[in-house]
């Protein structure tokens, strides 16, 4: 079975690619990341790799295109409570929470899967209650 893999594109490369190498550090992570810079590229790739959802900077590409895409997050240089739309300047893993919510409400990644990177199940809950 292939991994699933995601996009991140922004065109300032030191910042989507410090956040690609905390992505890759993370062990449990169902998914494979694939970094561009340039728009061309991507569109290019997109045809070719099916993508479970994208991290998109804004003015990377045209607003139409980011739309049509709904597994698609923004990053916005404003901090701001709209749907899809992520502050740039927070910490990696608010970050990685937000992707993983993303893929797990599109459906094509069970939420299981990003526990161990692979299925697991709940055997039983303890509660000194």
Same mark, same amino acid.
């Given at each position: 079975?292939? +991994?699933?893999?995601?996009? &991140?594109?922004?065109?300032?490369?030191?910042?989507?690619? +410090? &956040? !690609?190498? @905390? &992505?890759? *550090?993370?062990?449990?992570?169902?998914?494979?990341?694939?970094?561009?810079?340039?728009?061309?590229? @991507?569109? !290019?790739? +997109?045809? +070719?790799?099916? @993508?479970?959802? =994208?991290?998109?900077?804004?003015?990377?590409?045209?607003?139409?295109?980011?739309? !049509?895409?709904?597994?698609?997050?923004?990053?916005?240089?404003?901090?701001?409570?709209?749907?899809?739309?992520?502050?740039?300047?927070?910490?990696?893993?608010?970050? &990685?929470?937000?992707?993983?919510?993303?893929?797990? =409400? *599109?459906?094509?990644?069970?939420?299981?899967?990003?526990?161990?990177?692979?299925?697991?199940?709940?055997?039983?809950?303890? *509660?000194?209650?």
């Amino acid at each position: 079975m292939r +991994k699933s893999r995601i996009a &991140l594109c922004d065109w300032n490369a030191e910042y989507v690619f +410090k &956040l !690609e190498e @905390y &992505l890759r *550090s993370v062990e449990y992570l169902p998914f494979t990341v694939d970094v561009y810079t340039e728009y061309e590229r @991507y569109a !290019e790739c +997109k045809d +070719k790799y099916h @993508y479970e959802g =994208a991290v998109i900077a804004e003015g990377f590409c045209e607003e139409e295109l980011i739309r !049509e895409d709904s597994n698609c997050l923004i990053l916005t240089e404003e901090r701001t409570q709209t749907d899809r739309h992520v502050y740039r300047y927070q910490p990696a893993d608010m970050i &990685l929470q937000e992707i993983m919510e993303m893929i797990s =409400a *599109s459906g094509s990644i069970k939420e299981e899967s990003f526990k161990l990177g692979k299925g697991c199940c709940l055997i039983g809950m303890y *509660s000194p209650v």
